[in-house]
Nanobody, 129 residues
Framework: QVQLVESGGTLVHPGRSLTLSCTASGFDFDYYAVGWFRQAPGKEREGISCITMDRSTHYADAVKGRFTISRDSARTIQLRMDNLTPEDTGVYYC????????????????????????WGQGTQVTVSS
């Protein structure tokens, strides 16, 4: 069964760091682009980072320089988040499009939620003092 599971979300103070993990079951990430998205209360889901098949990485302007996406293993993608602010609060989701094996996405597509067909359940990140 194909499944994505996010983990690592918690309550943290502003300025602290946190690493989220996205773990796949039923398939390997190796030849897929994987995206991280977040949804803040009352806002639409936004793309914040993604890693393509050839390990190119892309970031939304709001997190560039603070967040780092990486392939930890064939079945785990991590998102390290540094210098967190209250504006980073939200539910974080990872996603993959299993119909695009071996296809490299450009930055726009890589950060677009509509390009993905499998999603995890999300993990809550709250940044507050």
């Amino acid at each position: 069964q194909v499944q994505l599971v996010e983990s690592g979300g918690t309550l943290v103070h502003p300025g602290r760091s946190l690493t989220l993990s996205c773990t796949a079951s039923g398939f390997d990430f190796d030849y897929y682009a994987v995206g991280w998205f977040r949804q803040a209360p009352g806002k639409e889901r936004e793309g914040i980072s993604c890693i393509t098949m050839d390990r190119s990485t892309h970031y939304a302007d709001a997190v560039k320089g603070r967040f780092t996406i990486s392939r930890d293993s064939a079945r785990t993608i991590q998102l390290r988040m540094d210098n967190l602010t209250p504006e980073d609060t939200g539910v974080y989701y990872c996603a993959v499009d299993l119909n695009r094996w071996g296809i490299t996405l450009d930055q726009f597509m890589c950060l677009s939620a509509s390009e993905y067909d499998h999603w995890g359940q999300g993990t809550q990140v709250t940044v507050s003092s």
